[in-house]
């Protein structure tokens, strides 16, 4: 069931705003909630909260990296939810892979 949806705003961006075209939808799981980051659109990420064990779980859609605009997007998704400031190359190496981290 979804909880809400918001816009994506920046907290490490250098841009003030993503003017819309980011959105995050939070769902309601058996575990916690998940995030699901829309860029323009179009489904790119997901962050999986498991209240069990107190991680998050991300995966990456095959569109992550339609765009710039996108990766950056995807770069701010994920470091609000803790992960460190990431290069395209070190996002693309998490494509595919189950990528956990605690609560912060």
């Known amino acids: 069931m979804m909880e ?16 819309g075209k980011a959105v995050v939808e939070v769902w309601r799981n ?6 699901e980051l ?7 990420a997901t962050v999986f909260g498991n ?3 107190g991680t998050y ?7 992550w990296s339609y765009s710039n605009t996108t990766v950056r997007h995807v ?3 994920i ?3 803790g992960w460190k400031r990431m290069t395209k190359a070190e996002i693309g190496e998490l494509y595919g892979k189950t990528v956990c981290r605690k609560y912060l």
């Open 75 to 77: 770069r701010e998704f």
């Open 51 to 53: 209240g069990l064990d």
């Open 4 to 19: 809400r949806s918001y816009m994506l705003d920046t907290q490490y961006a250098t841009q003030k705003s993503f003017g």
């Open 30 to 35: 058996n575990l916690g909630l998940d995030y």
């Open 38 to 44: 829309f860029s323009y659109g179009t489904h790119v």
């Open 57 to 63: 779980q991300l995966e990456l859609e095959d569109t």
């Open 79 to 81: 470091q609000q939810f």
